[in-house]
Structure formats: structure tokens, C-alpha cells
């Protein structure tokens, strides 16, 4: 029996996909052979791997002004390739809303003149700054677009006179954004596109051609894999192969617009529930919601505990919420349906009547 899964990462992929998967597995359209087992020089991984860019490049709306790369280490090595490619003044800002933007924020120091020019920690991350003001003379602006711990996302980018770069691990695809309004995103797999192993990066050309700092090492240079279409050495081939049934998938339900619609119901029907129920309490600033991460607590840890066991119990499973904020957490990727949504909530109901 299949659950409906509330990871934050990696997360659900669509039935469909999955289904995809195990009927290529052993023979990939008539290779006989796995996509596992296949050279990345050969023709039909080549048909695989161009046929994910492309398709990314038409749902994202991507012109033909950026390079789109497929890279590994997650958006973990992002956090530091990024400044070793971009830092050329040496002079950054990064507004820091959640733990991942935090870690960008830290690690990026090590490279230049990092400014941390504002941070929602005062009120544990609950809500987005607005009204920003950020340094002119700097080589980029840092933000992170939904912040899958904390449960909030940017509706409005800040202003800036600088590229903006944005972590956008978890709501790709998820919400619209227009790429033209950043000079670089990046974004790990396994949240809104395929397995764990692949990282996206949509990147303005301008700033690869112009070339990266001194300090960057090769492989890291965005220029090394750009040349080389992501085949500058061995890709996550099956990760790739994974992105192009979702990104299939994810056409066929008609594009990120109408996931996004979707994604909003989904969302609301979860917080309209929460605000009215007298159990369960979401302590997020309303303008700011995440449409992806929905926390909410009780307001007792032993309560909270209870309904992770019981939810699990009921097919409902990795709903704890992170050790940073405790309490529950509903992730619900483009991947979850509306079934699941309605699943949750008729447990929620159920376990408010049995608890309050
Ligand atoms: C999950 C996540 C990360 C960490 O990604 P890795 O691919 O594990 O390095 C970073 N930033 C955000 C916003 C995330 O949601």
C-alpha cells in the first residue's frame, strides 16, 4: 500500500512516474539495458538528458540568455560554488529568512564581503522582510524563494540593482517565477523534480562568460560544465531520467500555472482547516505562507508526539516537524495530491474530536 508521504526531501513523485520507472527499468525503450547501466556518451541517455533540459527550459519559461546546468552536491555545494563563480567585486548581500539561508549566509563569508542585510531570526522566521535595503556595488543578491523549514515563501522579490541568486530547492516548479527577474537559480532534485543526486542551475550568461574568480576551483566553474552541456564528467544519469518523466508529467497537467493553482488550493484548504480548528496553530505571518511547507503545532510536545504516531499509524507518514521548530509539518510538493490533503485533514478532525 502506497502512504501519503509529508517529507520535506526527497518527497513524493507522482504515481504515474513511478509506474514509468519500473516499466523502463530492466529495458529502457527498447535498449535492453537500465538507464543505470548507460554510457552518457551514448544516444539515448544524449535524448534523455536534452530532452529534461528542454523541457525545464519550456515549463520555467527560460530564454535562451541563460545556461541551464545539471550538477551534483546538492544546494548545499551551491552555497559556496556560488560565491566562488560570482564573487568578483567581492561584495555580496544575502537576507537570511530560514536555516538553508542561513547556511548560504555563513558559508559565503569565507569568500568576500558578506552582509547579512536582513533577517527574519528575530521572530524565528515566521514572516518575510520587506522593504529591503540592499548595497549597490555588490556582485549579487542572495535569497532564498520558500523556506522549507520555517514555512514561508517570497510572493514579491526584494529590489535590487545587482543579479538576485535564489535558492529555490523547494518550491521549483512549484509557484511561478519569472526567471528573467534573477541572474541565477539553483535548486536540488529532490523536492519538486526527481530523485536525490541532481542539482539544477539556471544561470544568466553574461555571468558565466565573464568568467569566475581566481579561487574557483575547475569543476565548480559554471563556464566548465556550460561548455560542456552537464557532461563535463558523468551526470546523475538516472536522477536526469527521473526529471524528464516528471517534467513530462508536469506538462500534461498543463505547466507550472496550473500546478501552481492547484498547489494553492491544496494550501488553503490545509490553513483554512488549521485557523479554524482549536487544536492545531500555524505561527506563520498569513502574507508569507508557504504554498509547499505547512507547519503547525498544538502547542504540546507530548500532543504533538501522539498525532506523529497516529497520523504514521494511519498512512500519513514523516509529518514531525524539524528539530529546529518542533511540533508537525505537511509538506505537499507538487507530487501530493488533493487526496492527500483531504486525507490529512479528515485525520486532523478526527484527532482534535479524540484529544480536546
Ligand atoms: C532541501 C534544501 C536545501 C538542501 O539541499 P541539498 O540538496 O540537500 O543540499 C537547501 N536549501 C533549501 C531551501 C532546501 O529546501
Redesign the pocket.
Known amino acids: 500500500m502506497r502512504v501519503y508521504n509529508f517529507s520535506a ?1 526527497p518527497s513524493m513523485l507522482p504515481l504515474e512516474v513511478l509506474e514509468q520507472v519500473k516499466k523502463d527499468f530492466t529495458d529502457y525503450n527498447g535498449t535492453g539495458m537500465s538507464v543505470c547501466e548507460m554510457s552518457h556518451r551514448s544516444k539515448p541517455y544524449e535524448e534523455i538528458h536534452n530532452t529534461s533540459i528542454s523541457l525545464l527550459r519550456e515549463l520555467m519559461g527560460i530564454s535562451d540568455d541563460y545556461y541551464v546546468l545539471y550538477l551534483q552536491g ?3 555545494l551551491q552555497f559556496e560554488a556560488v560565491p566562488l563563480n560570482l564573487l568578483k567585486k567581492g561584495k555580496a548581500d544575502y537576507i537570511v529568512t530560514g536555516n ?1 539561508a542561513n547556511n548560504a549566509f555563513k558559508v559565503a563569508k569565507k569568500y568576500g564581503d558578506i552582509v547579512c542585510a536582513a533577517s527574519s531570526e528575530d521572530k524565528t522566521y515566521t514572516y518575510i522582510p520587506k522593504n529591503v535595503k540592499v548595497r549597490e556595488d555588490i556582485d549579487y543578491l542572495h535569497i ?1 524563494s ?1 523556506n ?1 523549514i520555517f514555512g514561508t515563501q517570497y510572493n514579491e522579490l526584494p529590489k535590487s540593482k545587482a543579479p538576485i541568486v535564489c ?1 529555490m ?2 518550491n521549483i516548479l512549484g509557484k511561478r517565477y519569472n526567471v528573467n527577474d534573477f541572474g541565477l537559480i539553483y535548486a ?1 532534485a ?2 519538486n523534480i526527481s530523485a536525490s543526486g541532481l ?1 539544477v542551475v539556471i544561470v544568466k550568461k553574461d555571468l558565466v562568460d565573464s568568467g569566475a574568480t581566481e579561487a574557483c576551483p575547475n569543476f565548480l566553474k559554471y563556464s566548465t560544465q556550460a561548455n560542456a552541456n552537464s557532461l563535463y564528467n558523468t551526470p546523475t544519469t538516472f536522477s536526469i531520467y527521473v526529471s524528464m518523466l516528471v517534467f513530462k508529467w508536469l506538462k500534461n497537467l498543463g505547466g507550472v500555472d496550473a500546478m501552481e493553482k492547484i498547489n494553492i488550493e491544496k494550501a488553503k484548504m490545509l490553513y483554512d482547516f488549521i485557523d479554524n480548528s482549536k487544536l492545531y496553530k500555524n505561527n506563520v505571518a498569513k502574507e508569507d505562507r508557504s504554498i509547499m511547507n505547512v507547519p503547525f503545532v498544538t502547542g504540546d510536545e507530548n500532543l504533538d508526539a501522539k498525532f506523529i504516531k497516529e497520523a504514521a499509524a494511519a498512512g500519513l507518514v514523516s509529518i514531525k516537524g524539524h528539530r529546529l521548530v518542533g511540533g508537525m509539518r505537511a509538506s505537499i510538493y507538487n507530487a501530493m495530491p488533493i487526496e492527500g490533503i483531504k486525507a490529512l485533514i479528515e485525520f486532523m478532525k478526527k484527532f482534535e474530536k479524540e484529544n480536546i
Open positions: 526531501g546538492g544546494a548545499t538553508f532564498t520558500n522549507t535558492d530547492s523547494s536540488g529532490q523536492k542539482t
